[in-house]
């Protein structure tokens, strides 16, 4: 890939004077769209669901029967709709939908120092390891560089709705800001008065002013036109997918689930989680490049004691109700039990019916659908009846863009804390991301200084997902 040129001082200088957006959405868009693909692409579009706070394996995807009694699960082995695979009794819906997917039950750390959340989630969005010297940009932020957009209107890369306890660790690493994730924000999605206020008109910027900035700016460049860059003459198509940004009454409509059917809704879950998920779904329906699903719960008069609702279940995981407050440093606090509504039961009616709904409108076939964590919880429970940070062994799933369903991909102990078959690593789920799409990973990104920078080569992808 040929290296990006920044614009110049005085093509700032001179952009700037329009005075039309400021500076930073159309650069964003442009420097969004820079790059080709390298391969033949069985994925247009990428919604990943990231469930923030380390999902407790041997509860979920990977049931332990036979685990030593003290520890073991009490959520049992439920058929799925796949012969010989099983998911736990937290999972009905999504066991209805096994053969949409490929579960992974081998990921793991071959790597020290992503044991924590704030790295271990980094490690997640990036799929490079956090002690790596460079600061690497996240999955989506490399596919805005080289990919683009396919949606005019909207931001190649938006995280919905962006407030998960380690939103920070989003990042455009060696990138410039134009790759940076778009976060609709909104502590609780199914407020009615929820809205994604960044990217639509505010009141003092109506429709005739904007467009006579746009007249303003057509009247500089023709002035500016000889002897400009290419850098600055390229960048008038994305002033004008801006406007379209701040004009197009797509943009609201793309975020407006409540829009949607009362039985699509249901079908997803009254509540935060299925709304997030929901509007993930519109996203890529709407040909957003690359959707980030983040959902914990909010804090609400029905939930008590639920001042932060992730899946950090070191005390108590297994309360019908809420896991209580401060308990001698458990690191617990502010969860409801892994079977309550608000965890496992909205995470398992939502994902299925995401993984339904897309696979009806047809979306299914090119989009790939990845519902992570950024690492497992401890084959044993600790003296607070709760499960602790786990790198050696955790599960993900994968759907859609050509992924055979039906699979499940590795295997575990019968106690769920080691990998016995198959491991892969988050370098090997950076990876596949990036052959489905076909991006090529034999082709350098560059630094601002002009180093390049090769993604993906710290691991082959998935075979079984390609």
Not at 110 to 118: E, M, Q, R
Request: hydrophobic fraction near 35%; include cysteine.
């Amino acid at each position: 890939m040929t290296p990006v040129r920044f614009p110049s001082r005085r093509d700032a200088l001179r952009l700037g004077a329009a005075g039309v957006l400021g500076w930073s959405l159309p650069q964003c868009l442009a420097l969004a769209a820079a790059g080709k693909a390298g391969s033949k692409a069985a994925a247009r579009n990428v919604l990943v669901v990231l469930e923030q706070g380390g999902l407790s394996q041997m509860d979920t995807w990977d049931p332990k029967p036979d685990a030593v009694a003290e520890h073991r699960s009490p959520h049992a082995p439920i058929r799925t709709k796949v012969p010989g695979v099983h998911f736990t009794d937290l999972m009905p819906e999504t066991a209805k939908v096994a053969d949409k997917l490929a579960v992974v039950r081998s990921m793991c750390h071959t790597k020290a120092g992503a044991s924590g959340h704030p790295d271990g989630t980094q490690y997640a969005l990036s799929g490079s390891h956090p002690g790596s010297p460079l600061r690497m940009p996240d999955i989506g932020s490399v596919v805005s560089q080289v990919l683009g957009t396919a949606c005019p209107y909207l931001p190649p890369y938006i995280m919905v709705p962006g407030n998960h306890e380690q939103a920070a660790q989003t990042s455009t690493g060696f990138l410039s800001a134009g790759t940076k994730v778009y976060k609709t924000g909104g502590t609780n999605l199914a407020d009615p008065k929820w809205k994604v206020g960044g990217l639509e008109p505010r009141p003092e910027t109506s429709a005739e002013r904007l467009a006579g900035r746009e007249q303003l700016l057509g009247t500089m460049n023709a002035r500016f036109a000889q002897g400009s860059t290419a850098a600055f003459g390229g960048m008038d198509r994305f002033y004008e997918q801006a406007f379209d940004t701040l004009t197009s009454p797509k943009v609201a409509k793309a975020f407006d689930y409540q829009g949607e059917p009362l039985s699509v809704r249901e079908r997803y879950g009254i509540g935060h989680r299925g709304a997030c998920y929901l509007v993930g779904r519109k996203l890529i329906e709407a040909g957003v490049r690359f959707v980030t699903v983040d959902a914990r719960w909010p804090l609400t008069p029905e939930v008590p004691g639920g001042f932060n609702l992730n899946w950090d279940h070191h005390d108590y995981i297994y309360s019908k109700g809420s896991c209580g407050t401060v308990r001698d440093k458990a690191g617990g606090e502010g969860r409801y039990g892994i079977g309550h509504w608000v965890m496992m039961g909205s995470t398992d009616r939502a994902f299925a019916a995401l993984i339904a709904d897309l696979d009806q409108r047809g979306l299914l076939a090119e989009t790939l659908v990845c519902f992570v964590t950024e690492f497992g919880r401890t084959p044993k429970l600790n003296k607070f009846q709760g499960r602790d940070h786990w790198t050696n062994a955790y599960s993900i799933a994968f759907a859609g863009a050509g992924v055979r369903g039906g699979q499940v991909i590795g295997a575990t102990d019968k106690d769920g804390g080691h990998v016995a078959t198959d491991p892969f690593t988050p370098e090997a789920y950076a990876a596949t991301i990036y052959e489905k799409l076909g991006i090529d990973r034999t082709k350098p990104l560059y630094t601002s200084n002009n180093r390049p920078v090769f993604l993906g080569h710290d691991a082959d992808p998935i075979p079984q997902l390609l």
